[in-house]
């Protein structure tokens, strides 16, 4: 089973930075994107950030330009670099690894793993 490990959350003011770290059981280069979600309360989760196996980035509009997605590959890792940070932003936020295959009976198969989450409280 993958098992996926975020980092980095916490408190911090209207306009600041942090950093969220997602650390896999499993090399990245095995999924086809990795993605950060979130989850505010008495809200659905929603979708973040997303990169795929070949680099490509993704972003939900509300963070574009603030928020920055990257990986390191040798350690595994996945980073959401967050900046100019806004009481909006409050919520869970959860890393997310996808892969599609073709099983063993020539079928479709998706996997799909989630991390525990971590929170981030952007307050004055």
């Known amino acids: 089973q993958v098992q996926l490990v975020e980092s980095g959350g916490g408190l911090v003011q209207p306009g600041g930075s942090l950093r969220l770290s997602c650390s896999t059981s499993e090399t990245i280069f095995g999924f086809n994107a990795m993605g950060w979600y979130r989850q505010a309360p008495g809200k659905q989760r929603e979708f973040v950030a997303s990169i795929s196996s070949g680099g490509s980035t993704n972003y939900t509009d509300s963070v574009k330009g603030r928020f920055a997605i990257s990986q390191d590959n040798p350690k595994n890792t996945v980073y959401l670099q967050m900046t100019g940070l806004k009481p909006e932003d409050t919520a869970v936020y959860y890393c997310?690894?996808?892969?599609?295959?073709?099983?063993?009976?020539?079928?479709?198969?998706?996997?799909?793993?989630w991390g525990q989450g971590t929170q981030v409280t952007v307050s004055s």
């Open positions: 997310n690894a996808y892969r599609h295959y073709i099983g063993q009976m020539g079928d479709y198969k998706e996997d799909d793993y």
